[in-house]
């Protein structure tokens, strides 16, 4: 047990919510409300050493002080494959259904300029985006495009229909056949997070039972470590 903190300010520990913290009692339930009842700009401590979850934990806020502080959580549940990206403890920005689609990709050493097909009204100079480029052959579906990239891009500057994001990708697009869209997005930002170790449950891990310990979408501005 790491001790009691005492009671000041946006500080709490997600004990005051619940959690037990013993490896084997399940405190996904616990640390899930701890996360959706603070509120931004607060802290949150871990106070004992192994936390068992069952369900990924999803936190959609940001500036969050979170002091791990090296706890170990141990996943028991059944998630989908890490390569999809999903974590046991997921901090997820927050992405607006429109599009704006892709008709021409440029590249130079700084960055990168996206002409865009529609109105460009909601976007404006410093907002970020979620960028999706899909790039390969293409016979009808979605799978078939690789390589992907998917990622959060800040807007450098907005000319007509074309707009200049600070994001470089690292794939020639002008010896690809490629598609893809922007959408507008809120970022979480301002996150500070510990260190944390993770181990499963169980020492044969099925494939769908695999997860990231950590995932980060749509983040920036943020501090793991």
């Known amino acids: 047990f790491k ?8 500080a709490f520990s997600v004990e005051e919510f619940g959690a037990v913290g013993d490896g084997s009692n399940d405190d996904s339930d616990a640390i899930q409300l701890a996360f959706d009842t603070v509120s931004e700009h607060s802290t949150l401590r871990f106070l004992n050493d192994r936390y068992r979850i069952t369900k990924p934990i999803t936190v959609t806020k940001g500036y969050l002080d979170v002091k791990f502080d090296n ?3 141990v996943w028991d549940g059944v998630g989908v494959l890490d390569s999809d990206g999903h974590g046991a403890i997921q901090f997820l920005g927050e992405v607006l259904p ?10 130079s ?25 899909r790039s390969g052959t293409h016979n009808g579906t979605y799978n078939d495009y690789k390589p992907t990239t998917a990622t ?4 450098m500057d907005i000319t007509g229909d074309v707009i200049k994001v600070d994001y470089i ?3 020639d697009y002008s010896k690809l056949t490629c598609d893809g869209w922007i959408s507008p997005m809120v970022p979480l930002k301002g996150l500070k997070l510990g260190d944390v170790n993770f181990e499963y449950a169980s020492t044969r891990v099925e494939t769908d039972r695999r997860v990231h310990c950590l995932s980060l979408a749509g983040c920036v501005d943020f501090e793991v470590g």
């Open 98 to 107: 429109d599009r704006n689609f892709i008709s021409n990709i440029a590249k």
């Open 169 to 171: 990708s690292p794939f």
């Open 3 to 10: 001790g009691v903190i005492n009671k000041t300010g946006n």
């Open 109 to 133: 050493e700084s960055d990168m300029t996206l002409s865009l097909l529609g109105s460009l009204d909601a976007y404006s100079v410093g907002d970020y985006v979620s960028l999706v480029i």
């Open 71 to 73: 706890v170990t959580f």
């Open 152 to 155: 959060t891009a800040k807007i």
